[in-house]
């Protein structure tokens, strides 16, 4: 190890922060003064300096649309390459934190009658380990892509919009495309069906079919007999990027 980067902040637990962190190809360690992380990739920099804007890419990926811990904080970059090592300090603007509510319904699973005392806390410790890995899941398939794709950042904030018009459906839509030019092959590839698109469009473009929740002022005959509706113009564009971030966290055909 020649370089890491101290975590001086965060809300999450050692286990949980090194679990996303592997997600990411990063190790974490014990630091001088707090826990840090290292990798390959850091120890392929030159300077302190690149290492740090390394580390900046993992904390906005931490603290940005993916929500999972606002309050993550860099410290100094270590170089292991003198002893003891030295740390570098650097001085930044910290980023705007994006505040999110989400709700879940939570389901409480009790034991099964009659367990004795030891089958009980054997019962309790795997439905721990259970919800804890449902629940990394689930943050792993924010934070990676957001690590890995710029696009992906922008997607995860609009798909945080609370009853989202037809303009950021669309952009949604546009982000995961990436440009007309790609349509055929990104259809391909995601299997959408051409008319399915054509009802899709319809919807969030044409005011004759969504009022003033369209993208569009203009009034246009419907080029499909049976548009979408809102609901399923939401359920169309979050579905796409559920298996579009994935894609992205995986590198697997969608």
Not at 1 to 15: F, N, P
Not at 128 to 156: C, G, I, M
Not at 157 to 178: H, N
Not at 222 to 245: G, I, Q
Request: aromatic share 10%; proline share 8%.
């Amino acid at each position: 190890m020649k370089w890491a980067v101290e975590v001086q902040c965060t809300t999450l637990d050692r286990r949980n922060l090194g679990d996303l962190l592997a997600g990411l190809g990063f190790s974490l360690v014990d630091g001088v003064q707090f826990p840090a992380f290292t990798s390959p990739e850091l120890d392929q920099c030159n300077s302190a300096a690149e290492v740090f804007e390394v580390g900046k890419k993992v904390r906005d990926a931490f603290r940005g649309p993916a929500q999972i811990d606002p309050q993550f904080t860099l410290g100094s970059v270590e170089d292991y390459s003198s002893t003891p090592p030295r740390r570098h300090a650097f001085l930044e603007v910290q980023p705007a934190v994006h505040t999110m509510t989400m709700g879940a319904a939570t389901l409480t699973v009790g034991p099964p009658a009659g367990l004795l005392p030891e089958e009980l806390e054997t019962w309790r410790r795997d439905r721990e380990e259970q919800e804890y890995q449902s629940r990394l899941d689930a943050q792993r398939k924010r934070l990676e892509p957001a690590y890995l794709e710029a696009r992906a950042v922008k997607v995860l904030d609009y798909l945080a919009t609370v009853a989202p018009r037809a303009e950021v459906l669309y952009k949604i839509y546009e982000l995961i495309e990436e440009h007309p030019d790609y349509r055929t092959a990104f259809h391909a590839k995601f299997g959408i069906p051409a008319n399915e698109f054509r009802r899709f469009k319809d919807t969030v473009h044409n005011p004759a079919v969504s009022g003033d929740w369209a993208r569009h002022a203009y009034l246009d005959t419907p080029k499909t007999p049976n548009p979408m509706s809102k609901s399923e113009a939401e359920s169309f564009v979050r579905t796409l990027a559920d298996r579009w971030l994935a894609h992205i966290r995986t590198g697997l055909p969608p």
